[in-house]
């Protein structure tokens, strides 16, 4: 379905059951277990589909070996359900979602004798945590066999290592897959719709006032009961409410940056513990770059965050620490910030304590509010709000009980890791291009493939395989509306390579421009926001 045919069910559709605001992580998950269930559920985002947090993240499906650290010094059971839960979905995650998910290893290079016992103990721990849904068993690591699996690696001081498994995934693409997984199974879905109000009867919210991003058209839409999960941004909507609520998110900031692939082996990734400051530091292989983060740095709410020199100095200053490669400022092909949000519940004891579990409010007026949680656990928090609405809203669902444990999501189903062949063999594409493809849109990759036969077989820029191709698909079944969705969310360009992002522009723009029907102001515009978010934050 088209957004046109979206914005027509939302503006002609009498009553929804549940009427989602935010096309994150958290609002697509929820919108895909309510649809599911078989109620009548509308998803709304103010821009893009994981516009903001959800797309900036650091590309890990885990469970947190820094909160189980945490977990088992402070007897804290809250990071220690928050850590097992995540292990859980992580399996999941890598089931249903094969194509835009993979294992991946870590070494853990070890400079100090006593952290050897301790670490490997820790993720020895973190395996058994897993239980069934164990993906892979740590072991030591001699100093020779770390250095060959890591070969950046400092050697001077290194006393071993430790391999431990993790998930690793393509977020923007999981976020839309989410939410066109959603459609399929009837909810409606929009892009670039914001709410602007609340409505209300006798005191109880009935529905939302919505404006076109893109046109500036308003409506009004009803619902049953709807559901706050705008990640950072909840407290806005909280506000929309109440205008004395107290507020229950404190949002930091953190970046990554993209260097060249020789920084990291395609197949190994790095994670540094604890640095002198006391940071989590992660070197990934990722979409055939090194993806070096993160920072943690106080942070007011944004939706475009901007990164900070800084920050990228502190990055790559613990690059060199740790690596024998001498890494510079002009060695960084993109930096991106996202806001980490941290949720304090305002009716726990402890109201200062933040952590990264999710809490899940409903004030007086009946609006559902979750928040806090990670990526990785996505689906238990959608679980919760759904089963939390059907009470609050006196909802009956066809379906009563979650139904996604097992739900392949689109490009899944019936993808095949040596698809890659047969796309070569079929369509004469390279080898990296068909492998790019084949785990970026899974069973869907022969239907991007399709449009190269129409005279969109042309690489969209030098060195990367990314297709003219996926422009046109993104606009005409991904709800991509505007240049920048494509180049950051639809395809990973943007974040990958900056430069090569801003060369791409005026194809897309054209591909864009023709498939939309878009008159000339309108590709100024685009012209101008793409360049605007290139150029100052995506």
Not at 79 to 91: I, P
Not at 154 to 181: C, I, N, P, W
Request: glycine share 8%; charged share 25%.
């Amino acid at each position: 379905m088209g957004r046109q045919e979206s914005l027509a069910k939302l503006k002609d559709d009498s009553l929804f059951d549940l009427i989602i605001i935010g096309g994150g992580a958290t609002g697509c998950g929820v919108a895909l277990d309510a649809a599911t269930r078989g109620l009548k559920v509308a998803l709304i985002e103010k821009n893009d589909f994981s516009e903001g947090t959800s797309s900036r993240s650091t590309k890990l499906v885990h469970g947190g070996v820094r909160y189980l650290e945490m977990a088992v010094k402070t007897l804290d059971r809250v990071q220690y359900n928050l850590v097992k839960d995540g292990l859980h979905e992580r399996g999941l995650l890598l089931k249903n979602a094969r194509h835009l998910s993979n294992r991946i290893s870590f070494v853990t290079p070890l400079y100090k004798w006593f952290d050897v016992p301790y670490v490997f103990a820790g993720l020895k721990f973190y395996d058994i945590l897993s239980g069934k849904q164990n993906i892979g068993h740590s072991r030591l690591l001699s100093r020779k066999e770390a250095l060959r699996r890591f070969p950046g690696l400092k050697s001077e001081g290194l006393k071993a290592g430790v391999l431990y498994y993790d998930g690793q995934f393509h977020d923007a693409r999981m976020a839309l897959s989410l939410a066109l997984t959603a459609e399929q199974k009837g909810a409606t879905i929009a892009n670039h719709v914001a709410v602007t109000g609340l409505l209300k009867d006798a005191g109880k919210i009935s529905g939302v006032k919505l404006t076109d991003s893109l046109n500036g058209d308003t409506w009004e839409v009803k619902a049953r009961g709807v559901v706050n999960a705008t990640g950072p941004f909840v407290d806005q909507i909280r506000l929309m409410d109440n205008p004395d609520v107290p507020k229950i998110i404190t949002t930091s900031t953190g970046i990554h940056i993209i260097l060249d692939k020789r920084f990291a082996p395609p197949d190994t990734g790095l994670m540094i513990p604890e640095t002198d400051d006391g940071r989590v530091l992660f070197v990934l292989p990722w979409e055939g770059h090194a993806l070096v983060g993160t920072t943690d740095e106080p942070a007011e709410v944004t939706e475009h965050p901007q990164p900070l020199e800084p920050e990228i100095d502190y990055l790559l200053r613990h690059v060199t620490r740790y690596f024998n490669l001498q890494v510079s400022r002009s060695d960084v092909k993109s930096v991106w910030s996202g806001l980490r949000p941290l949720v304090s519940d305002p009716k726990a004891a402890d109201t200062a304590k933040l952590a990264r579990d999710h809490i899940i409010e409903d004030s007086d007026a009946g609006l559902l509010t979750i928040a806090g949680g990670k990526w990785t656990t996505y689906r238990k928090m959608a679980l919760d709000a759904v089963d939390h609405a059907l009470q609050l809203f006196n909802l009956t669902a066809p379906k009563p009980t979650c139904q996604t444990e097992q739900l392949a999501i689109v490009g899944s189903a019936d993808y095949k890791e040596d698809g890659d062949l047969e796309l070569s063999t079929k369509y004469g594409f390279a080898p990296d291009t068909a492998a790019y493809l084949n785990r970026t849109y899974g069973d869907q990759a022969s239907k991007v493939a399709e449009l190269t036969l129409a005279g969109y077989a042309a690489p969209l820029v030098e060195n990367h395989p990314v297709l003219e191709a996926e422009v046109l698909y993104a606009a005409r079944y991904e709800l991509a509306e505007r240049v920048i969705d494509v180049l950051a969310r639809r395809m990973p360009l943007a974040l990958l390579d900056t430069e090569a992002a801003k060369q791409a522009v005026p194809r897309t723009l054209e591909i864009m421009a023709t498939e939309l029907g878009w008159d000339q102001q309108r590709r100024e515009e685009e012209a101008v926001w793409a360049e605007q978010r290139l150029t100052d934050a995506l």
